[in-house]
Nanobody
Framework: QVQLVESGGGLVQAGGSLRLSCAAS????????MGWFRQAPGKEHKFVAS????????AYVDSVKGRFTISRDNAKNTVYLQMNSLKPEDTAVYYC???????????????WGQGTQVTVSS
């Protein structure tokens, strides 16, 4: 069973940066695609970014392209989301997720973390 724990959220001013981390359990971590989703107040979960099991391929929602970078360190069983040039509209609870198969199939998430709050003030 894969267990995911996010950390790194907080309160930042617009234009600032944060790096989120997601620590995963299990030796099977390397076989999973990983991704980040977010949920703003009163809204549904939305895809943010994903990365293939090897780390060689990534995908991003248009609104974060050029500002966010997803990466993974399989030796540490950890996936990261570096968030730069943050905007108030980035405010949300950010969730780490994992699934088998392609990094593109983020509608088939099998495991979720507990979430970490990111708040961007203007």
């Amino acid at each position: 069973q894969v267990q995911l724990v996010e950390s790194g959220g907080g309160l930042v001013q617009a234009g600032g940066s944060l790096r989120l981390s997601c620590a995963a359990s299990g030796r099977a971590f390397r076989t999973y695609a990983m991704g980040w989703f977010r949920q703003a107040p009163g809204k549904e979960h939305k895809f943010v970014a994903s990365i293939s099991w090897s780390g060689g391929s990534t995908a991003y929602v248009d609104s974060v392209k050029g500002r966010f970078t997803i990466s993974r360190d399989n030796a540490k069983n950890t996936v990261y989301l570096q968030m730069n040039s943050l905007k108030p509209e980035d405010t949300a609870v950010y969730y780490c997720a994992a699934w088998g198969g392609s990094y593109r199939d983020y509608d088939k998430v099998g495991y979720w973390g507990q979430g970490t709050q990111v708040t961007v003030s203007s």
